[in-house]
Structure formats: structure tokens, C-alpha cells
């Protein structure tokens, strides 16, 4: 079976149109990751694919059901972690599994998810003294507690320093590598090309790329294309000799290379100046160049998008 089958999916909170005719399939043992700016409707799609807010239009089946309908037989077959995970401060994530399992009404071993979450060492800290990162695993730990094969994660490592966002990377990937379907948002564009197979990136309640990393970055990327560290005077002299579309900016001559051969005429024609110049090389877009074109977001330094700036 499809873990989850959205077609059209539609939410409008008045005139804003957090989800806006969204469509998308996520197969079996998948990662998926849904990418966008603050506001971008995230959290709305994966909430409605959770059972948790009412579609307004759209069809939509999540193992089967609709979530909607369905809800109290879905929750016992999904794992969530919602939008900035919390617990009870005086709880361990020892007990909060323990109380977790007896509200399914279920049996389960502790120390088992505390394991596949890498968590043993901190199982019995209260929640007030655990560090960000073992917040998040405890969130995680929670949401395996019915053993599910579908697990929503809404930012999993938001705000987490790197090495714990790692540690949660390892988390995720043990989950794929036991055949679990995840849907997974994120900030963070090197997760994503970490972490998922297949990425969707939304704008403004739209899915305004679909595909593998490579497919999105091969869509809407441009081509390849000669980076040369040079003054402009360099860039107006390759410009004028080979007639290319020579750009400068910040130190660096950019050629957009249409042939392999074009490379080779831009730095005999850069030789031929007789003016100096640095490194030299050969560039593509990045998934943060495309990023930051599909929905004209801004990403920061450390690959994380930080707002639209067209909405
Ligand atoms: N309950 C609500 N009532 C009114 N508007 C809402 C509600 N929930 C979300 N919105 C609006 O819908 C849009 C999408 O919000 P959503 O939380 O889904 O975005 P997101 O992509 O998850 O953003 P973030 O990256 O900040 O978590 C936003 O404009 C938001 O203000
Ligand atoms: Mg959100």
C-alpha cells in the first residue's frame, strides 16, 4: 500500500492560503522531506495528513484512510513529532514512554526505544535537565512507542547544534534502515539532501519543485558553468574576445559554460590578457542556489532558510 496519497489538498484560513491545491505521493520505507519558508503551509499539510486540522478540499489517504475520519484507528499507527516537541519537565523519557505505551493500552520495552533513539545514557534524566538534541530524541523515542510504520517528524532539529542534529540524522536513518515511512520537515537544506529521497519544496501553500535533490537541482538549477577569481577588468576582457555572457561579481568572473569547449576558450582568451587571476572552477547550482530562487528565500550560513522575502 501507498503510505500516503495527497491529491489537491486544499486549507484557507481566511484569505490566507496555508495550503493551496498540493499534490504528492510518498511510497513505502521513503524519507520525504517538505521544504519552504516560515508560513509556507509545512506544518498545515502535515497536520491535516496527521488528522489533527480538517482539509477544506482534496483527496487524501494516509495508510488507506482518511485521517479525518479515521483518526482514532490512524493515531495508533502513526508516530508524530509535533512543531517544537515538549513533555512535562519532572519526567524522564523512561516513564514518558512507559505512560505513553498505557495510553495506547499496549505493552512495551523501554530500553528498546531508548536504544534505537540513542538515548540509553539519559533514560532516566528529568525532561527540565536533558540537553535540546535529547529533548528531540525523546520526542522521537515517544513516537515509536506503537511500533509505527508511518513517523511525521515537523523539524526534528530545529535549534539543535550540529552534532546533535547529526546524532538525530543517525536516529532517522536507523528508522529507514527498519523499513519505516517518514515524512519529515526541515530548515535545513544539507539535512534534506542528507536524510531524504524524495523533497518537496512549498511556497506559499504550493509545491513549487518535486523530485530527488539532483532531479530539483537539475530542473531548476542553470547549467554548469567557469568560475575564475579575477578583477572585472579580466571578466570585460573574456567577455569582449569570446563573446560569452560573462558575469562579475564580488572578485569572481562567471561564464555559464553552454559547451564543454567554451571552458577552454575562456581561459585561452584569460591567458591571452596577460592579467592575473586565482582559482579557477567549474560550478552548479547547489540545492540552496535553487532554494533561494524557487521561492526567493534567504539562507543564512549555515544552510538554513530564514524567511521569503516575496510574500
Ligand atoms: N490555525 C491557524 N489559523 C490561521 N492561520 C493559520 C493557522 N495555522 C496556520 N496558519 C497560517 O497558514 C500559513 C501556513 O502556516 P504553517 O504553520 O503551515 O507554515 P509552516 O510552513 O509550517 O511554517 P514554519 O516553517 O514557520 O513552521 C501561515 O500563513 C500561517 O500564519
Ligand atoms: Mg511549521
Same mark, same amino acid.
Do not use: C
Given at each position: 500500500?501507498?503510505?500516503?496519497?495527497?491529491? &489537491?489538498?486544499?486549507?484557507?484560513?481566511?484569505n490566507?492560503r496555508?495550503?493551496?491545491?498540493?499534490s504528492?505521493t510518498? &511510497?513505502?520505507?521513503?524519507?520525504?522531506?517538505?521544504?519552504?519558508? &516560515?508560513?509556507?503551509?509545512?506544518t498545515?499539510?502535515?497536520?491535516i495528513?496527521?488528522g489533527?486540522?480538517?482539509?477544506d478540499?482534496? %483527496?487524501?489517504?494516509v495508510?488507506?484512510?482518511?485521517?479525518?475520519? &479515521?483518526?482514532?484507528?490512524l493515531?495508533?499507527?502513526?508516530?508524530? @513529532?509535533?512543531?517544537?516537541?515538549?513533555?512535562?519537565?519532572?519526567t524522564?523519557?523512561?516513564?514518558?514512554?512507559?505512560?505513553?505505551? /498505557?495510553?495506547?493500552?499496549?505493552?512495551t520495552d523501554?530500553?528498546?526505544?531508548?536504544?534505537a533513539?540513542?538515548?540509553?545514557?539519559?533514560?532516566?534524566?528529568?525532561?527540565?535537565?536533558?540537553s535540546g538534541?535529547?529533548?528531540?530524541?525523546?520526542?522521537?523515542?515517544?513516537?515509536?512507542?506503537? /511500533?509505527?510504520?508511518?513517523?511525521f517528524l515537523?523539524?526534528?532539529?530545529?535549534?539543535l547544534?550540529?552534532n546533535a542534529?547529526?546524532?538525530?540524522?543517525?536516529?532517522?536513518?536507523?528508522?529507514?534502515?527498519?523499513?519505516?515511512?517518514?515524512?519529515?520537515?526541515?530548515?535545513?537544506? =544539507? %539535512?534534506a539532501?542528507?536524510l531524504c529521497?524524495?523533497?518537496?519544496?512549498?511556497?506559499?501553500g504550493?509545491?513549487?519543485?518535486r523530485?530527488? /535533490?539532483?532531479?530539483?537541482?537539475?530542473?531548476h538549477?542553470?547549467?554548469?558553468?567557469? %568560475?575564475?577569481?579575477? =578583477?572585472?577588468?579580466l571578466?570585460?576582457?573574456i567577455r569582449?574576445?569570446?563573446g560569452?555572457?560573462?558575469?562579475?561579481?564580488?572578485?569572481?568572473?562567471?561564464?555559464?559554460?553552454?559547451?564543454k569547449?567554451?571552458a577552454?576558450?575562456?581561459?585561452?582568451?584569460?591567458?591571452?590578457?596577460?592579467? =592575473?587571476?586565482? %582559482?579557477?572552477?567549474?560550478?552548479?547550482?547547489s540545492?540552496?542556489?535553487?532554494?533561494?530562487?524557487?521561492? /526567493?528565500?534567504?539562507?543564512?550560513?549555515?544552510?538554513? @532558510?530564514t524567511?521569503?522575502?516575496?510574500?
Open positions: 500500500m501507498i503510505p500516503i496519497e495527497v491529491s &489537491n489538498l486544499k486549507k484557507y484560513y481566511g490566507v496555508a495550503v493551496d491545491g498540493i504528492f510518498v &511510497n513505502e520505507g521513503e524519507v520525504f522531506g517538505l521544504l519552504g519558508p &516560515n508560513g509556507a503551509g509545512k498545515t499539510a502535515i497536520e495528513l496527521e489533527l486540522r480538517k482539509k478540499e482534496g %483527496e487524501i489517504k495508510l488507506g484512510m482518511d485521517p479525518w475520519e &479515521n483518526g482514532y484507528k493515531h495508533r499507527r502513526i508516530g508524530v @513529532i509535533p512543531q517544537e516537541f515538549t513533555f512535562f519537565e519532572k524522564s523519557p523512561r516513564e514518558a514512554i512507559i505512560y505513553y505505551a /498505557s495510553l495506547f493500552g499496549i505493552k523501554p530500553d528498546e526505544i531508548l536504544k533513539v540513542l538515548l540509553e545514557d539519559s533514560g532516566t534524566t528529568l525532561f527540565e535537565n536533558l538534541g535529547q529533548k528531540q530524541k525523546t520526542g522521537l523515542a515517544l513516537s515509536l512507542v506503537n /511500533s509505527p510504520d508511518l513517523l515537523d523539524e526534528p532539529t530545529t535549534g547544534d550540529p542534529r547529526r546524532a538525530i540524522w543517525e536516529v532517522i536513518r536507523g528508522l529507514k534502515a527498519r523499513g519505516k515511512t517518514i515524512i519529515l520537515t526541515t530548515h535545513y537544506l =544539507d %539535512e539532501q542528507q529521497d524524495m523533497l518537496a519544496i512549498m511556497n506559499h504550493r509545491i513549487v519543485a523530485g530527488t /535533490s539532483d532531479e530539483i537541482i537539475k530542473q538549477g542553470s547549467g554548469e558553468r567557469l %568560475e575564475i577569481q579575477g =578583477d572585472e577588468a571578466a570585460n576582457f569582449a574576445s569570446t560569452f555572457d560573462v558575469e562579475f561579481k564580488n572578485g569572481l568572473i562567471g561564464i555559464p559554460l553552454k559547451q569547449t567554451d577552454l576558450n575562456a581561459l585561452e582568451a584569460a591567458a591571452h590578457s596577460k592579467m =592575473d587571476w586565482g %582559482e579557477i572552477r567549474t560550478q552548479r547550482d540545492l540552496d542556489d535553487v532554494f533561494v530562487k524557487l521561492v /526567493s528565500g534567504v539562507v543564512d550560513d549555515h544552510g538554513e @532558510i524567511g521569503s522575502n516575496n510574500g
